[in-house]
């Protein structure tokens, strides 16, 4: 078995003596792990960083076992690793996909985004937001997208003030009614409207947290969402206070 595809590298860690084990994001065969033998080296080092993209090709006896890369170097995103908030933005993004994305399943429009979000690192002042629209478009991707064009309950597109986190759909103070105290806030950024300062994108992170964490997590067995996001959003709110 053997394809070759390029990918943005999720993570590496040690394997026995002197290799890794790397998994990647490839836009043809979606999460995959592999073995990058050497890959403690000083030369491979630097190139097996979270965030680089890569060429790779895979190679196994046979589909079912993890196999071996080969690695060429694409585009390195090692600023990142000087710039605290940039790096916990890096972070954030590549656990969530580690954390969401099946094995071995293409996620392409998840991928098409990615790569232009992390060519934005080092861009604080526009990150928050452009990071926002992932995780809303990763939410979508996976199946539990938010539909906020109209209400749910009245058909109206204007004044959305609410998101139910039954359905993830918008709905306005009318169409809340008795249920308005179990609504979750609806932040104007998420529907391109108001300020798109960091509190308003921490206030909409707060509602994609939710549909991660009761929507998401539990269709892949409860498992807690990675602390990298937690501490992505704990800098930006530190940042706006």
Not at 76 to 84: F, G, T
Not at 129 to 138: I, N, S, T, V
Not at 188 to 213: N, P
Request: aromatic share 6%; with cysteine.
């Amino acid at each position: 078995m053997e394809w070759r595809d390029q990918g943005i590298i999720l993570s590496a860690r040690k394997h026995g003596e002197n290799s890794v084990i790397l998994e990647v994001f490839t836009p043809e065969h979606g999460r995959h792990a592999g073995v990058v033998r050497g890959g403690t080296s000083r030369k491979m080092t630097p190139i097996l960083q979270p965030g680089g993209q890569v060429d790779v090709t895979w190679k196994a006896r046979l589909e079912e076992h993890i196999g071996s890369f080969t690695v060429e170097p694409l585009r390195s995103r090692a600023m990142a690793l000087s710039d605290r908030f940039a790096l916990a933005g890096l972070n954030a993004v590549t656990s969530l996909l580690s954390f969401s994305l099946p094995e071995r399943e293409a996620h392409l429009s998840i991928y098409e985004i990615t790569a232009p979000l992390l060519d934005l690192l080092g861009q604080n002042d526009i990150w928050p937001l452009a990071y926002l629209r992932w995780e809303m478009a990763l939410l979508d991707d996976l199946g539990f997208g938010l539909d906020l064009t109209s209400c749910a309950v009245t058909g109206r597109s204007e004044g959305l003030e609410f998101v139910s986190p039954k359905s993830g759909r918008a709905v306005t103070r009318e169409g809340a009614g008795e249920w308005v105290d179990r609504m979750l806030p609806l932040p104007g950024v998420m529907i391109g409207q108001g300020a798109d300062d960091d509190a308003s994108i921490i206030e909409a992170l707060r509602v994609t947290g939710y549909f991660l964490e009761e929507k998401l997590a539990p269709s892949l067995g409860n498992r807690p969402l990675p602390e990298a996001r937690a501490r992505f959003l704990d800098l930006l709110s530190r940042r706006s206070g």
